[in-house]
């Protein structure tokens, strides 16, 4: 009798949230266009029960890119605004670096030295800004920065620069029983803080880069040190590596907006049965920029050809979306 | 209107729920004790709405250990099992490994020549056994294997020796809003392909040690291939930096049954707020094996005086639990 009771219960619960997330009208910041109706026949179908191309919950994982694609990502990376700042916050500690490369461009703001170095100089930068401490140490770091930095153009809080679209896009795939990750070349113990706040990701649905910690008991209190080595870069073809390192089975949809994300697209969308991929495109010079083959951050340049071979949708941000950021909601 | 008539049947399923899940006795299999006390009352303190130790659902992450604490490791972890079998199975690839130890050994079934090679051997039996392949064809490989292969006392799938009150325990875990993970030494490929058909356990919350894997184009089609070249051991002070990379937050509740569970548990345990550990001691020497201080496989003894020392649950496998296999159930 309880049993029927419950089951009822459940059924009529279930109805009615079903009916009621149809009438929530999904994507409201995205223009109607084929972008959007994309992504809505994506889902209708793979969520159809009984449908063809019907996808069990627990294999509705969907990966998306963080800069450039989640957030933003010019002038330069969040990241490397934050390592550039770290650098000065440390320098009193570091005298030697006055005279130092890439510390002492990086001190006086010369972007070009520092890009000048390449690989190393960057290495450099993160490995003395990002290591020699725990890692809830280095998780107090990143938030304190991020509740006073703000960014050079818009002076906001670098938190506040999320693609308001793309939140929607998050909760609309969740409402449809989606586990969404992040996967991005950034680092994943700078992510995690406030991923879940912002995207509603929680951290063990983050996929980055990342350097070696060590266990050590300090004091006899159990800490995690985080070493000043790579562990994993997780961009281009990294990204499927680190995908099934933390994920285990194979997305169904993928969304990014550089090369770096080519590799991840063309492991989703190998797989059998409905696959998406999604390429956001930077297109908007007057409320965000315009960039894609030859910029330096966040190139597109091989998937964007890619995209149109294959048919994966490209997002145009002028034309497909309505807002870029939260704050510009009416 | 809609949204009052939603709330309401909400609450109503939820308390349904609630006092459903209360009327089943959890932990069937588990004799009444210190052991199966404990766990009851910590689920219960840390589900306590508006408890003192109340842990919101999201930070409720409870870690196991696989080989010994979910399931049978003796006489051999099962992985090294699997490793034999495939040398013999690809023998006729490589004629020269007639000759050539660790593999002569491993062929005629000499296990204390291999033990003799020590690390080294062990792990070129490894990655002779484990590597050269897409992590598709291992997959399968791995689930081939088990099909067939039986435990050499229990004459059952190894797939059979799971431990019943673990069985249980993750049931109830989750049942009370855990998300449970496993975290073990062996190879994380070794147990995805199983372990949500067997124990509940999704393929992205199985953390193990792992080789490295390579993105590569084949005929245009990418696969990821597995490289012999280790990645990650996921034991003793690796278990931490295995959680901390996968997880990202610390768990509340570890089990495990030997010293390579110790500093999971020492880590588990440091955060503040309610903790628990429980460690599956062997004793049970007519039903399986009883082991613990000098055993080579499983060794428990650092963390068996810790365990006593800090006070960590010991479940005593002769007295606590009622029968140790699914098939024993009556």
């Known amino acids: ?30 223009n109607e266009g084929q972008a959007k109706r994309a992504i809505v026949d994506f889902v209708q179908r793979v969520t159809e029960d009984g449908g063809a191309d019907f996808v069990p919950v627990p294999e509705r994982i969907a990966v998306f890119d963080n800069d450039g694609t989640l957030w933003i990502e010019k002038p330069m990376y969040v990241q490397l605004a934050f390592a550039l700042d770290r650098v000065k916050a440390l ?24 890009a000048a170095g390449g690989e190393h100089a960057l290495l450099e930068l993160i490995m003395a800004t990002h290591a020699g401490m725990t890692t809830d140490a280095f998780a107090k770091v990143v938030m304190d920065w991020l509740a006073t930095a703000k960014h050079p153009r818009f002076n906001r809080p670098y938190t506040d620069l999320v693609y308001q679209p793309m ?20 680092g994943i113990e700078f992510m995690r803080p406030w991923t879940e706040k912002v995207y509603g990701i929680p951290p063990e649905q983050v996929i980055g880069s990342s350097i070696k910690t060590r266990f050590e008991l300090s004091d006899g209190k159990p800490v995690l040190v985080r070493l000043p080595e790579i562990n994993f870069i997780d961009d281009k073809a990294g990204k499927p590596v680190g995908i099934h390192m933390h994920i285990g089975r194979r997305p169904i949809a993928a969304f990014g907006n550089s090369d770096g994300d080519l590799q991840m697209i063309q492991w989703t969308t190998a797989g059998s049965g ?9 297109t908007d ?19 964007f050809d890619e995209a149109k071979a294959k048919g994966w949708i490209l997002a145009d941000m002028m034309k497909d979306w309505k807002v870029i950021f939260p704050y510009q909601l009416k």
């Open 1 to 30: 009798m309880r049993r029927h009771l419950l089951t009822a219960i459940t059924l009529a619960a279930a109805l009615a949230l079903t009916s009621l997330a149809a009438a929530v009208e999904p994507l409201p910041s995205w």
């Open 167 to 186: 939140l929607e896009l998050l909760t609309y795939l969740r409402a449809n029983g989606f586990k969404t990750y992040i996967v991005s070349g950034g």
């Open 91 to 114: 320098a009193p500690q570091h005298p030697e670096w006055k005279d130092k490369q890439p510390f002492k461009a990086a001190l006086e703001g010369d972007l070009k030295t520092v």
């Open 285 to 303: 010079s007057v409320k965000e920029w315009a960039y894609d083959r030859q910029s330096h951050v966040g190139r597109l340049d091989k998937a």
């Open 274 to 282: 409905e696959r998406f991929a999604l390429i956001v495109h930077h």
